[in-house]
T-cell receptor
Framework: AQSVAQPEDQVNVAEGNPLTVKCTYS??????LFWYVQYPNRGLQFLLK??????LVKGSYGFEAEFNKSQTSFHLKKPSALVSDSALYFC?????????????FGKGTKLSVKP | DVKVTQSSRYLVKRTGEKVFLECVQD?????MFWYRQDPGLGLRLIYF???????EKGDIPEGYSVSREKKERFSLILESASTNQTSMYLC?????????????FGPGTRLLVL
């Protein structure tokens, strides 16, 4: 079965420290992977995606993610966290099958960055 | 920039009422989606539409219907609202299904059913 997992409900980081938000997936064939961020009472904003090519993908607001095929992971990273990065982060994977390419979302990870 | 708008940010309705949630996108996207978001459950797909007058059930279509009469507009209908439909509803749109197309979301409608 196709699935995506975010193993941590919450990640706490001090401002200025590096952050990692984890995502693993299970999908047959080549995955297309996405990260979205949601600020309180807002919709989801697209951060970055991996389609093909370089395994390190750079996105908005200084975020990057690394596609690791052997570990089936797509962890989101930032070298130096800001308080304003505090939000809910969703990983999503697309597969092609009966649902014709719809996204499967993880349950979300709440990132809290403290001053 | 892609813009996806939803008719209401907050909505309060009573049990049994018929509820309409409207979504409009301005980028001529073929695909449109309705999700609901609940704590601990992430996003769950209710319905999607590949093009005008086309619709497909998602993972949790029960209690909902949709309408897509124009390309830019995708409506979600709660035929008879119930308290378990209290949730955050998110609309999204995307260009035609090809590898790697990004899905863009509206700001969401927080619905409370009393």
């Amino acid at each position: 079965a196709q699935s995506v997992a975010q193993p941590e409900d919450q990640v706490n980081v001090a401002e200025g420290n590096p952050l990692t938000v984890k995502c693993t997936y299970s999908v047959s064939g080549n995955p297309y992977l996405f990260w979205y961020v949601q600020y309180p009472n807002r919709g989801l904003q697209f951060l970055l995606k991996y389609i093909t090519g370089d395994n390190l993908v750079k996105g908005s607001y200084g975020f990057e993610a690394e596609f690791n095929k052997s570990q089936t992971s797509f962890h989101l990273k930032k070298p130096s966290a800001l308080v304003s990065d505090s939000a809910l982060y969703f990983c999503a994977v697309r597969f092609y099958g009966g649902s014709q390419g719809n996204l499967i979302f993880g349950k979300g990870t709440k990132l809290s960055v403290k001053p | 920039d892609v813009k996806v708008t939803q008719s209401s940010r907050y909505l309060v309705k009573r049990t049994g009422e018929k509820v309409f949630l409207e979504c409009v996108q301005d980028m001529d996207h073929e695909n449109m989606f309705w999700y609901r978001q609940d704590p601990g459950l992430g996003l769950r797909l209710i319905y999607f539409s590949y093009d005008v007058k086309m619709k497909e059930k998602g993972d949790i279509p029960e209690g909902y219907s949709v309408s897509r009469e124009k390309k830019e507009r995708f409506s979600l209908i709660l035929e008879s609202a119930s308290t378990n439909q209290t949730s955050m509803y998110l609309c999204a749109s995307r260009r035609i299904v090809v590898a790697g197309e990004t899905q863009y979301f509206g700001p969401g409608t927080r619905l409370l059913v009393l």
